[in-house]
């Protein structure tokens, strides 16, 4: 079942998404050359406790660490680590924080210090496709509409669509109902409602859009190692469109 929010409910999602917002700042400002992936995740844990929230991912399925961060190839739901960045990479950051009962979630990828021209062309290409599909959450929309302006965006610049991983619903749960495939063709699905709380996340990949586990169980990268990027928001769907609960 699809769940709509009330009104006291969004303002907690609100909160919960503001605590993701703020420790995106603060991580994007320590994210240079030299600094690992455990480092991050420590920032990320203590400013998440600090404001009242918790992690959401730490302990979700087992799941070992406060966020995801996954590098180059790497798509989703790496594991931070002492793996150092290096100048040139990019970096995955998925954020989740749980506060009075309902959780916020955002993905933004980064870039480490001065990256190639592909990079930073697979970067804005997949921000943008986030933004053309928040831009469909609207009241009266159907479901598909939004992966279908994700996936007529991508491919027009060159790039792939995940097919194995989607958005989702999300409020008390990390993962509601429905799921939210970033491909497909538009008018599908169930009608948008007000109230509904979405996590739209573009997953994009240079080359084919295969990917594969890790031995980790963890880690999916692409097949053929080529550069992936991953961005997300938490949305709300209101009376006067949507609404992006996870930036300040």
């Known amino acids: 079942m699809i769940i709509c929010k009330s009104k006291t409910e969004l303002a907690i999602m609100r909160e919960a998404g503001r605590i993701v917002a703020l420790t995106h700042e603060e991580l994007a400002k320590a994210i240079r050359p030299g600094i690992t992936t455990r480092e991050l995740d420590e920032i990320a844990e203590e400013l998440i406790r600090k404001h009242g929230a918790t992690p959401s991912f730490k302990g979700y399925h087992g799941y070992p660490a406060s966020i995801c961060a996954s590098v180059n190839e790497e798509l989703v739901h790496g594991i931070p680590g002492p793996r150092v960045l290096r100048e040139g990479d990019i970096i995955s950051i998925d954020i989740g924080a749980y506060y009075q009962g309902f959780h916020g979630d955002s993905a933004w990828t980064y870039p480490v210090g001065n990256i190639s021209d592909e990079a930073a062309r697979l970067l804005r290409v997949t921000e943008e496709a986030l933004f053309k599909g928040i831009e469909q959450a609207r009241e009266g929309n159907r479901l598909s509409d939004i992966g279908h302006a994700v996936q007529k965006h991508v491919e027009a610049a060159g790039f792939s669509v995940v097919r ?28 948008l409602k007000v109230g509904m709380t979405l996590a739209i996340e573009p997953m994009v990949n240079v080359g084919a859009y295969h990917c594969k586990t890790l031995a980790d169980n963890w880690t999916v990268v692409t097949a053929d190692g080529s550069l992936a990027a991953h961005f997300e928001h938490t949305v709300a769907i209101t009376e006067n469109g949507p609404e992006i609960l996870t930036r300040l």
């Open 164 to 191: 194995d991983y989607v958005g989702h619903g999300i409020g008390r749960q990390m993962h509601e109902d429905p799921q939210i495939p970033n491909y497909g063709p538009p008018n599908r699905g169930p009608r």
